[in-house]
């Protein structure tokens, strides 16, 4: 285990995420320090573990504010660590595969991830993740200090923006901080179809086109839960919530 942290000259030369903690679990001693050095020049402190159970008792002693988790660990695979990592708190989750594969990717998003990188990735596009995913655990804690009165009810979809809880036929539904963003972005036009790229700006803040493949794993995800039914698509276009006829 490495830990690493930037130096500051002063409050208002502090870098965008200054005094953030980010927990990079990797066993591929390259990518560890590709990864640290880039997140240490966007300003967070840097800790590393190299396997699973390692992984799991520096989440609980050090309290990250995100982990960056690959898959295949020594000891036990990334899927069991962000499991017990997220039992003990939740963290937001970017987790990493050097697998294109589908199944990996909603495995991940099932057990409690935010957000996936298939390898080789841009170091530039995994800080700007790691920045979006943070802030919107921030929006989500605002949201949570300032409720939305009421509960959005469509059908037997519940929507509680208050404790950014979801219902269906009255059962609660866990959904990931990335999973309810996508629902209430698909709720706030029901019925109206949103492009990939636009899910992507408003729910990732990241409007590269790449990443949409992001996008649709998380709907099948979010449909995994909510039920298939409830998210239509629009082949070559996007997605659609769909809502009771009247």
């Known amino acids: 285990m490495e830990q690493t942290q930037t130096s500051h000259n002063g409050a208002g030369s502090a870098a965008p995420g200054a005094q953030r903690r980010v927990l990079v679990v990797e066993d591929d001693p390259t990518i560890v320090d ?23 008792d520096t989440a ?16 036990f695979d990334g899927l069991e660590v962000c499991r017990r ?14 697998r294109d594969d589908e199944t990996d990717m909603l495995v991940g998003l099932g057990v409690g991830a935010d957000d996936y990188m298939t390898k080789p990735f841009s170091m530039r596009e995994l800080a700007a993740r790691v920045h979006v995913l943070l ?35 009255s059962e609660d539904v866990h959904l990931t901080p990335t999973e309810f963003d996508l629902l209430v972005c698909l709720a706030n036009t029901p019925r109206a179809v ?3 790229e636009q899910l992507l700006a408003e729910v ?24 298939a039914e409830r998210i239509r698509t629009v082949h070559g276009v996007g997605y659609a919530l769909e809502t009771p006829t009247p």
């Open 34 to 56: 590709a990864v640290s050095a880039r997140l240490r020049a966007e300003g967070f402190l840097v800790q590393t573990a190299g396997d699973g159970p390692s992984a799991v």
């Open 60 to 75: 609980e002693a050090w309290q990250p504010d995100l982990l960056i988790l690959d898959i295949m660990l020594p000891g």
């Open 85 to 98: 990592v997220q039992a003990q708190r939740p963290v937001p989750v970017m987790m990493l595969t050097a």
């Open 135 to 169: 802030r919107r655990v921030e929006r989500a804690a605002l949201a949570a200090a300032t409720p939305r009165s009421g509960i959005l009810r469509l059908g037997e979809l519940e929507i509680d923006h208050s404790q950014r809880r979801v219902r269906v036929r």
């Open 194 to 196: 949103l492009s990939r």
């Open 204 to 227: 990732w803040d990241w409007a590269d086109a790449s990443g949409t493949r992001t996008v649709d794993s998380h709907i099948k995800a979010l449909r995994r839960k909510i039920g």
